[in-house]
Every structure is written in C-alpha cells, then in structure tokens.
C-alpha cells in the first residue's frame, strides 16, 4: 500500500484500525460493515454529519458495491453540491478505491484486493466448527444474545392426516428457527398437537372396537387414523338410522371422564400421545427437524382455562350469545375456512376449525354460550366457553399462551400457522389484548398460503412419509432419465431421499410465504431451472473441483499467504462480493421472515458460480494462481452450505 500510504495524508478515509465501531456492525463477522463504515466516516467528514447518521444512508448498490442518495440526509444545500463536495473530497485507500456520482446518488467501490482478503479470510475462519456453531458461524449475528423465542410450528392433530398446511408449517418454521439461532437468540421449537377435545372420546371408542397393539406399535399415526375413520363410519351410520346413537354417547362419556381426569381413560390417551409423537419423531428427523417441546392442546392446565375465563368475566369481556348470532357466525367460520382451504387436503383443516368453532355453540335457546364480543375489530363474537362447560380451541389458545410465558418468559413467540386459520389467530391474540396479558406485543403470526393438488395416482396424500416418498420416488424416476450418470451414483436409494426433500423444501420455501403453489412433483424434481435438484447438483459440482485436482493443488494451511491479489478477473471479484453480502443477506431475511430471501441468495450464488468454471480454471495453472482461485471456489462452498443448512437441508458431497 505504498501509494496509498502516502496518500493517506490528504485522505479523510481513515484506516482499518481508526474505523468507529457503530451499533449495528459487527466487524467480526461480517466484513462489508468494514467497508459500510469506512464510507459512512468519509461522508460523514465531506458533509459534516454524524456519523452514525451518515451509516444510514449507506445502501448495498447495483451500480458498484455502495450506493449513498444524499436527499436521504435531508440538508438544505443542493444535492448537487453535495455530491460535488462528497467526490472532491474523496482520496483512495486501501479500504475504498474509488467513487463516482450518478445522479443524487454517490457509489462507492471497495477496493478489490482487500475485499477479496477481507471476505475470503473471514469466511475460512468462521467456517470453523465451534461448539456453539457446529456448522460454521460465517453469517450468524448477535443481535438476538440474551434473548428468548418460542417458535410453534407443524403442530398436527393426532389420529388426523398431517396436511398440506402442516408441511408448510413444518418447513417455514423450522427456518424461522434456525434463523433466529443465526441471529443469537435462543430457539425454542415448539409442537402443539391437535390433541384434546370431544374426537379423542371417539377414538378409545374406535379403538375398543377395531384396535390393533401391533399395529398401534408399528406405526401409531396410521393405526390411529384407520381407527378414527371406522368408527367415525359407524358413528354416521348411527347417526342415519336415526339412533340411537351408543357410539356417540359412549364418546362423549369418556371425553367427559378424560376432562375429569379419570387416570385409566387417560393411559390409554396417553399411550395413543406418545406413540404417536415417536412416529411423528422419526419422519421429522428425515427431514431434518427437532422440536424440544412437544406440547399440545391436552397440556394447557385446566386451572388455567378456568383463571382465563374467569379474567375475562371479572373484566367484563364477556357477552352471552343468542341462537342466531351462533348460526351467524358459524357460517361465517365455515365459509372462511372453505375458501381459504380451496380443495384438496386443506379441506381437513378447514373443518377441524369448524368442527371445533361449532363444538363450542349453544345447542339450544336455553343454554346460552359465553362469548367475546369483538365485533369493533371485525373479529367476530367467538365463543369461549361452552354451555356444557367442556374447553374449546380458542380458550386453549388463549390459556395457553399465558402458560408459554408464565413458563418461558419469552421475548417472542410467533405461531406459524397457515391463513385459513387468520381469523381464530387474530381472536385469540386481540382477547389476549384486551386481557392486558403484558406479553402481547411480543406475539406473531406467521401465517402461509395453501399448497394445491398434493396427491399421487393411489389419491390424496395423507402423511408426511407419503409426501417425502412421492418426492424421493419422482427423484429416482429424474435420476434414472440419465441411465448412466445413475449407474454411477453409489447410494440411489439415500442420494434420491435427500434430493427429493431438498426439492420439497426449495418448492416451498422459493417464494414469498403469503402465495399459494401447486405440488408438482415432476416439475419440483427437475434438473432445469431453480429446483432444490439443481440446488445440490451446484454444490456437489463444488465439491467435486477440489477432489478432482486434488493431485496438483491442496490449499495452504496458513491461507492468509494465498496470494488473493490473483484474483484479478471480473468474475472473481462479483463471487467476493456476493460472498460478502451473506451476513447482509441473513439480516434481510430475519426482517421478513421469508425464507425465499436466502432461496434466491442461494440461486444466485450457484448460477454465478456455474457461469464462472469456464473462466476461473483451477487445473493445470500455475500454484499460486490455483491456490487463489481453489480458495475463492472453497469459501462459496462453505458459504452455499451454510444458507443450505439455514433452510433445513443437508448440502451433499456427491450424487
Ligand atoms: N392443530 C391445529 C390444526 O391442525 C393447528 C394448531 C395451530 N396453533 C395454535 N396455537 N392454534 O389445525
């Protein structure tokens, strides 16, 4: 930096080690806050403004690598004279090499060579698997240290197909967790079975009839369905025949006894509840998912329901509903559910709403439910506690999140739950609001659009085992298209289970939360275009570079002596740069919450990459050139595997 150095005299850029530590930066971990900084002290200086204001306004640009809109400081001079003053005061270092103006805006270029030492440097390092970060920390932040989250996620109903909502649900929360332990907070993933109310009466009544202990012990979540669906038959058929209706009353008794208490009806929920989450356990760990709580409706304590209730009568919330307003509003939830399930599996979950909606209204005149009244808000008048005093969803909810906190004494609980549920959402939260519980505002809905068509020639899917074999099945059938390519590949059976899960996740995770998508199989599973097929393909291609010309070049143990300065070309410094985006990426995404922010990072990084091979050769150049370059294509693997793992997916070596 010779001429820098003597440069440095009429600079106003400070040096590395004069830049101000900022809120918000973290020279640590992400190394374009360097160089942000190093801009902002510049303008800062040229303007005479704080410099913390001037960090405000400095934005990643298209044009070069900073881009700053002096309006944005919203000083009386002309935006021309401040451009003017920005530039003519501007001196090269060895942080910013240029700057040049376009308007009102000023950009500003990093100087290559230490970006490149910079980024490269801090990504190699960061990848180290720490304790804490057994994947690596380049990316992670602290903003979220010391603080707390409970992310409810998946949460499907016992004895019930696992729908299209919760493999939404599934996938986009177990992001939102892990995306929260990048940004330092402490995770807690949370499964709130569908697992209480007047159903699970029928199901012992089911299971005294058609249960089975071995099938029950080989695959709990299919015996239990089975069950559920005959003698839900021959509750209907009852039903029909006018009476009477034994299976019914039979049911309601021993849902009344498990509201008791009564230990023996209870063992054998019980059995039925943790059978099932073991089967549950096993296909979320296929997908790469892990809850430390499972909880469920049954565990919100009925102490709890009562002192909820009671708050809200003492608070005088409450209003009795008459006949008409239930058919009203039932109807209001039907239709509701209806349109926003379409058709298909969401149908399921649009009437457990309404089944459970109903089972909380007055059968007749006499006796009169209690209900919230929130129709200022246009929320409806949602009953909360039953004429015959059993629980109802809502007052779980409501129950229940006071016992979350009371527990965990969160910072943040989001529920993510799919849009057909909006309205019981926003209920539940705005009666918790008028309940003045003091955690409210701490409470977030992370809501989804529906998936349509997802069913196979056999007919509609309805567990999560039959969703990722689908995929794994339309992986093998695309792999084979290839047959020797195929032949190749040493476990077919492994390979296309990961790649068919990776395309379920991408098709899900690819755009925003809010749009509906169709389950395409054969389209998610192809090698063209933006699947999670092409998304493995790239990072194997990665690692298949430095296996292949492991013979000729191995990286430095010490890569601080790799020459980066090599690299010279265009290519080599747009990979640097969007490498250094990835702390900025990972930021962007935790203020959406939408996890296609790190599905498109992940594109863009593997088609720059792949556009970059044919340039950016590594075999057969000279050492120190194909030192340099291995290292760039080594830290975009180590960055592609970390966003990979952010989503939820194994990043594979070979296929
Ligand atoms: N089990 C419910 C269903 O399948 C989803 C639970 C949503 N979460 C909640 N706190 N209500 O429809």
């Given at each position: 930096?010779?001429?820098t ?5 009429f ?23 360097v160089?942000?900084?190093a ?11 704080p ?8 934005d ?22 401040l451009?003017?003053k ?24 990093s ?10 440097d ?25 603080k ?64 089975s ?44 006894k ?29 997908l ?16 709890r329901?009562?002192?909820a ?29 209806k ?16 089944e ?24 409806g ?23 979350r ?7 943040k ?12 959402v ?15 505002k701490?409470m ?8 349509l ?8 899917v ?12 339309a ?9 020797e ?20 996740k ?14 395409d ?6 090698w ?16 298949s ?5 492991a013979h ?8 601080s ?9 265009p ?55 194909a030192q340099?370059?291995?290292y ?8 592609l ?5 952010l ?9």
């Amino acid at each position: 930096f010779s001429v820098t150095k003597r440069l440095r005299n009429f600079s106003m850029m400070p040096t590395l080690a004069e830049l101000p530590r900022l809120p918000g930066t973290d020279f640590d971990r992400c190394k374009l806050d360097v160089f942000r900084v190093a801009v902002a002290t510049h303008i800062s200086k040229a303007l005479d403004i704080p410099v913390e204001t001037a960090f405000t306004g400095v934005d990643l640009g298209k044009k070069a690598d900073f881009t700053v809109a002096v309006p944005r400081f919203r000083l009386k001079a002309k935006p021309a004279d401040l451009v003017a003053k920005i530039l003519d005061t501007f001196q090269p270092d060895e942080l910013i090499e240029r700057v040049f103006a376009d308007g009102i805006f000023v950009n500003f270029y990093s100087r290559t060579s230490t970006l490149a030492r910079l980024t490269l440097d801090q990504i190699n390092e960061l990848s180290k698997p720490t304790e804490k970060y057994p994947h690596g920390a380049y990316g992670t932040n602290a903003t979220g240290s010391g603080k707390k989250v409970i992310i409810e996620f998946s949460s499907p109903n016992i004895a019930k197909p696992f729908h299209a909502g919760h493999l939404r649900s599934t996938i986009i929360g177990t992001f939102l967790a892990n995306l929260f332990e990048t940004c330092g907070w402490e995770a807690i993933r949370f499964n709130y079975l569908g697992d209480w109310g007047k159903q699970f009466g029928l199901l012992a009544v089911g299971y005294e009839r058609y249960g089975s202990e071995e099938k029950l012990q080989e695959n709990a979540i299919m015996h239990l369905f089975e069950v559920y669906v005959a003698i839900n038959k021959d509750a209907k058929a009852e039903e029909e025949r006018g009476g009477p209706e034994e299976v019914n009353e039979r049911a309601k008794a021993i849902f009344r006894k498990m509201e008791d208490g009564d230990e023996e009806t209870l063992a054998l929920w019980n059995r039925f509840r943790d059978l099932s989450i073991k089967a549950y356990e096993k296909v979320y760990a296929r997908l790469n998912v892990r809850f430390d709580v499972y909880s469920g409706e049954s565990q919100v304590e009925s102490a709890r329901i009562h002192a909820a209730i009671d708050k809200l009568k003492e608070n005088k919330l409450v209003t009795t509903k008459t006949k008409e307003e239930s058919r009203i509003n039932k109807d209001r939830y039907r239709e509701e559910a209806k349109e926003k399930a379409g058709n298909g599996n969401l149908e399921e979950a649009a009437e457990k709403l309404a089944e459970t909606k109903i089972d909380g209204e007055p059968e007749n005149q006499e006796r009169l439910a209690l209900a919230v009244d929130l129709s200022k808000w246009k929320l409806g008048k949602p009953v909360v506690e039953k004429a015959d005093g059993t629980t109802i969803y809502v007052v779980r909810d409501i129950a229940g999140a006071i016992q979350r906190y009371e527990t965990y004494h969160f910072n943040k609980m989001i529920y993510v739950v799919g849009d057909q549920q909006d309205l019981h959402v926003a209920q539940f939260f705005k009666i918790l609001e008028l309940m003045k519980e003091p955690f409210v505002k701490s409470m977030e809905h992370v809501n989804f659009g529906r998936v349509l068509g997802m069913s196979t020639r056999r007919g509609e899917v309805k567990f999560l085992d039959e969703i990722l074999d689908m995929a794994k099945e339309a992986m093998l059938e695309q792999m084979k298209t290839n047959e020797e390519k195929f032949k190749a590949v040493e476990d077919p059976e492994g390979t296309s289970d990961q790649i068919g899960m990776t395309c379920v996740k991408i098709q899900d995770m690819q755009s925003k939360r809010a749009i509906s998508y169709s389950f395409d199989p054969a389209r998610m599973t192809s090698w063209d275009g933006d699947t999670g097929a092409y998304l493995q393909y790239a990072h194997v291609r990665m690692c298949s570079v430095t296996r292949k010309v492991a013979h000729q070049v191995t990286l430095r143990e010490d890569v601080s002596k790799i020459n980066v300065d090599l690299l010279t070309e265009p290519k080599a410094r747009e990979i640097v740069y969007l490498l250094a985006t990835y702390p900025d990426v990972v930021r962007a995404a935790f203020k959406t919450y939408e996890p296609s922010t790190i599905v498109s990072y992940c594109f863009k990084l593997a088609h720059l990459i792949s556009s970059a091979w044919e340039t950016l050769i590594v075999m057969n150049q000279e050492q120190e050139l194909a030192q340099a370059r291995l290292y760039l294509f080594t830290c975009a693997r180590l960055v592609l595997s970390s966003a990979m793992r952010l989503l939820s997916l194994t990043p594979l070596e070979r296929m």
